[in-house]
């Protein structure tokens, strides 16, 4: 079993670009893909991040996923922020099959 | 476009049975290579994984919730089920289905147990 680890909040203003980290407690987080998630206040979540770096059509090329072995973490980056991009965010990976999520991340555009 | 859609009952009663179904239009289970999830939400917290399904019927539980959860598919409907039995106050979320990996999801449905 293993734990996914988000900072709980992080803030920028709009036009800049901001990075969310999920780190793996243990095994290699090269192991199982990695999904990001996005919600807004009052909204369902979204999927803006699959397998990685994957985005669903329709989610635009602001979101980039990545990972990072020498971290053992996973990464969200959005780039040119809007304010529409304020929400939550969740990563979730795999463990023998079954879902671990991260905490969530509170991001604002401020 | 796929879209899901949950459905069932808004209010339940405690020790009665949560019954919820996920309409999945615009995608066929026939398609294969997609596993289908339910997933909770309480409320002002953090997403919790429930339950996973793939289309060859393979199921995964959530092993806090196993012993009174069911996941199920119907590909003559296409739609997926779930049903979990005893249900308390700690039951009541936001439940949402979604396609794994890459979405939809549906909107949710507010579940609330009360006596």
């Known amino acids: 079993n293993f734990m996914l680890t988000q900072p709980h909040s992080v803030s920028e203003s709009p036009g800049k670009t901001v990075t969310i980290s999920c780190t793996r407690s243990s095994g290699s987080i090269a192991t199982t893909y990695v999904q990001w998630y996005q919600q807004r206040p009052g909204s369902a979540p979204t999927t803006v991040i699959y397998?990685?770096?994957?985005?669903p059509s329709g989610v635009p090329d602001r979101f980039s996923g990545s990972t990072d072995t020498s971290s053992n973490s996973a990464s969200l980056t959005i780039s040119t922020l809007q304010t529409e991009d304020e929400a939550d965010y969740y990563c979730q990976s795999y463990d023998a099959g079954n879902w671990v999520f991260g905490g969530g991340t509170k991001l604002t555009v401020l | 476009q796929v879209q899901l859609q949950e459905s069932g009952p808004g209010l339940l009663k405690p020790s009665q049975t949560l019954s919820l179904t996920c309409i999945v239009s615009?995608?066929?289970?026939?398609?294969?290579?997609?596993?289908y999830i339910w997933i909770r939400q309480h409320p002002g917290q953090g997403l919790e994984w429930i339950a996973s399904i793939f289309t060859n019927g393979n199921t995964y539980y959530n092993s806090s919730l196993r012993s009174r959860l069911t996941i199920s598919l119907d590909t003559s409907k296409n739609t997926f089920s779930l049903r979990l039995n005893s249900v308390t106050a700690a039951d009541t979320a936001l439940y949402y289905c979604?396609?794994?990996?890459?979405?939809?999801w549906g909107q949710g449905i507010l579940v609330t147990v009360s006596s």
């Open positions: 397998d990685d770096h994957q985005r």
């Open positions: 615009g995608d066929s289970f026939t398609n294969g290579g997609h596993s």
């Open positions: 979604a396609r794994d990996p890459m979405g939809p």
